[in-house]
């Protein structure tokens, strides 16, 4: 069997129902809080628990609560063990991360043993939540200063090395010959991994290395405003050449790949058709709610007669969790994974709950599909590839996503007035893989390189559509009938 079919055939299999329905309400929270009613009640409400006190709350903390800018040992000292315990008792994920908690404790101890100001205080606590490896786990109202002027060059990673994709129009970069495609060697004297590395210990954490080493590239050339940035590149001839280059702009996002055919724009999903007839959806964030799902549904029908579509959420950050996407795309109730949420203060105290996904919509799509994935896809885009991964509903190409999936949220408020987010779960595919850290991995990786970039080629694009037209051929060979969305009244 060719590994097109192997894969549809794999992607079609029977789907077993799973115990526990987990619905998704109204006014869904962000990113993963698929099931915020039934989570671990807080002690108290945020409303209700005064602020000299520390809670910890399964609720949205309070607006506009500061920390303390001045305190003194004895209550950073009070202030560091109620969030050692906090995190201790409602982080959900140190087992599978393999994080030895009483040991980052006893250093981190150690550190504020040596703390002399409040700053380096909660400096040292932005430090500890890192060491979770968690995107989703923050200081919420404490951050420290992140440099973000460029040069007006903008930087991607491709195959895991630096190279520039855009240069500002009316820069000195452009005025000086940068050009997209050089690749970066150094900044201002230093390694790009050496710079890295810097970065690492002024950014926020990530769940995983690839999902820092794409932002941490994207932030390679950021400084201070009107400083000097001192660039090495090596152009794509092989010649190295140094540039000194004022940061006066603001960092901006890398240009989306090319698309090769006319799309129809709309604010979050934009859609069309290849030459072949095959149908795209783009989804280019899932930061919405009811909007989304109606965007989709426009794009599904305009679509209806296509004999296979290709859905793109590459580079989708993630925003809200749209189970009615997925089932525009079931035709009966499908497993969507399961999530373990905390149920007790034991690294291991852990309900189990199954989530099922069901038919939506006045009709559903049952041509095959081709999910296209690659490691910026995060947060709720890894919780939707999960659900069709789990449901066996696609096959997916591209990299493997950012892994950055670790469920519902608590909040820890510290006496002080700091507000720290802590996963208070985690997902898995059907197969019990979880997401976090590990990511939804594509039944078939292809990496674009800076040429196909350049050159306005998308390979992960041409192997879905690929893969789908060899899928067609078969089943016309096979004698197999329409898609039952293809052949009913107005297909």
């Given amino acids: 069997m060719n590994i097109s079919n192997a894969l549809f055939k794999m992607a079609g299999r029977g789907i077993i129902p799973l115990a526990l329905i987990l619905a998704e309400a109204g006014g869904a929270p962000r990113h993963l809080e698929e099931n915020t009613s039934a989570a671990p009640k807080p002690a108290l409400s945020a409303q209700d628990q005064p602020k000299s006190e520390g809670y910890v709350t399964t609720q949205e903390p309070p607006a506009g609560l500061a920390p303390a800018k001045t305190l003194s040992p004895q209550q950073w000292r009070e202030n560091f063990d109620f969030l050692c315990k906090a995190i201790d008792e409602t982080c959900a994920t140190f087992e599978i991360k393999s994080i030895n908690w009483d040991e980052l404790h006893h250093c981190y101890q150690q550190r504020l043993d040596a703390t002399t100001t409040t700053e380096q205080f909660y400096r040292l606590l932005f430090d500890l939540v890192r060491e979770l490896h968690d995107g989703h786990a923050w200081l919420q109202n404490y951050h420290p200063a992140v440099p973000a002027s460029t040069p007006g060059v903008t930087v991607d990673l491709f195959q895991d090395k630096p190279f520039v994709v855009a240069v500002k129009a009316g820069s000195e970069a452009a005025r000086l010959g940068v050009k997209p495609g050089s690749e970066v060697l150094e900044i201002d004297g230093v390694s790009v991994t050496n710079r890295m590395e810097r970065l690492r210990t002024i950014l926020h954490g990530f769940s995983s290395e690839r999902g ?169 885009s890894d919780l939707f590839a999960c659900y069709l991964r789990s449901a066996k509903r696609v096959v997916t190409v591209g990299s493997s996503t950012h892994g950055i999936l670790s469920g519902q949220a608590a909040w820890a408020v510290l006496p002080c007035g700091l507000i720290v987010r802590i996963s208070n779960s985690y997902i898995c595919d059907s197969t019990g893989q979880p997401i976090e850290g590990r990511g939804n991995e594509p039944d078939v990786v292809v990496r674009p390189t800076i040429t196909d970039f350049l050159t306005g080629k998308d390979p992960v694009l041409d192997q879905a559509a690929a893969l789908l037209r060899e899928k067609l051929r078969h089943n016309q060979a096979g004698g197999l009938p329409l898609p039952q969305s293809l052949s009913s009244p107005g297909g």
Wanted: aromatic share 8%; charged share 25%.
């Fill in 212 to 380: 820092f080493r794409r932002d941490a590239c994207r932030r390679l050339l950021t400084g201070e405003k009107d400083s000097m940035a001192v660039v090495k590149l090596r152009s794509p001839d092989g010649h190295a050449e140094t540039f000194r280059l004022p940061r006066v702009y603001e960092l901006e996002t890398p240009p989306p790949q090319a698309c090769p055919f006319a799309l129809t724009r709309q604010r979050f999903v934009h859609f069309g058709r290849l030459p072949s007839g095959l149908g795209y959806i783009r989804i280019v964030s899932f930061m919405g709610r009811q909007e989304i799902d109606d965007e989709f549904d426009k794009a599904l029908e305009a679509l209806r007669a296509a004999p296979g579509i290709i859905l793109d959420i590459r580079d989708n950050r993630g925003g809200y969790s749209h189970t009615h996407i997925a089932g525009r795309l079931l035709q009966k109730p499908a497993p969507g994974g399961t999530s373990y949420v905390k149920n007790g203060p034991g690294h291991k105290d852990l309900e189990r709950r199954d989530i099922i996904l069901y038919p939506t919509g006045p009709w559903q799509y049952d041509g095959p599909v081709v999910l296209l994935v690659n490691d910026v896809t995060g947060s709720a």
